[in-house]
Structures are given as structure tokens and as C-alpha cells.
């Protein structure tokens, strides 16, 4: 794969609407996309993670499945963008509330520009 291409992480839970952030994404951006589960992410090792540009990663209303993975995440320095449908985590996640969410359904426009905005520049 070209390494100049940005690889994005689409970790969601809901197949169609990572289908929808993968169509958004790709409409407006050249680069490549994975689509998994959030708990696919912990067959990841490190040298797999130094290739991800970005992770959009679904966050539910209970946190306590999800913060290991955000924090492994953090610690290998992949960027990060959370979406969620949860009224309590639109203004931000508790203790990595720097993250910003983009909410479910999705707007296309403001989705790209966070998705451009969080891009890891190589």
C-alpha cells in the first residue's frame, strides 16, 4: 500500500454506520480505510498501530469497556477522533475531554473537517 496515503481506523460497532463515515470520509479525502469493531483493536500490536493516521472510535454511554482501548491508543500515539450518540459524551469524554466528538448521525461536512483537522501529518 502507498505509505503517503492516510490510513484511517473506522472502530464502530454498527456496520452501516461505519459504511456511512467510510463514504463521507472517502468522498472527500484519498485515503485508505479499515473498518473493525472496537474490540478488534486490541489484536493490534504496536508496529500495526504506527501505521494508523487517525482512529474514529465509537463511544457508548459506559465508558469502562472503552477507556483501555482510548488510553493504549493514546500511549501509541495514534490520533483520535470519538463519535458517539450519547447526550452525555457530546461536549467531550471525561478525562480525555482534548478529543474532540463528532456525533452520530453523522454530518458530512463536519465530519471530513474533524477527520482533516486530527490527521497524523507524515
Do not use: N
Not at 479525502?29 to 483493536?41: A, F, K, M, S
Not at 487517525?54 to 459506559?62: A, F, Q, R, S, Y
Amino acid at each position: 500500500m502507498e505509505p503517503s496515503i492516510p490510513h484511517i481506523l473506522i472502530a464502530e460497532r454498527e456496520f452501516l454506520i461505519a459504511l456511512d463515515a467510510e463514504y463521507l470520509i472517502k468522498s472527500a479525502l484519498d485515503c485508505r480505510i479499515t473498518l473493525l469493531r472496537p474490540e478488534q483493536i486490541d489484536l493490534w500490536d504496536t508496529a500495526a498501530l504506527a501505521d494508523v493516521d487517525l482512529c474514529l472510535i465509537d463511544v457508548p454511554l459506559g465508558l469502562s469497556e472503552v477507556m483501555p482501548r482510548i488510553r493504549r491508543l493514546i500511549a501509541e500515539r495514534v490520533p483520535l477522533l470519538f463519535s458517539t450518540v450519547s447526550e452525555a459524551h457530546r461536549d467531550g469524554v471525561e478525562g480525555v475531554e482534548i478529543i474532540p466528538v463528532v456525533t452520530k448521525p453523522y454530518e458530512g461536512e463536519t465530519l471530513v473537517d474533524l477527520v482533516r483537522q486530527r490527521l497524523r501529518r507524515r
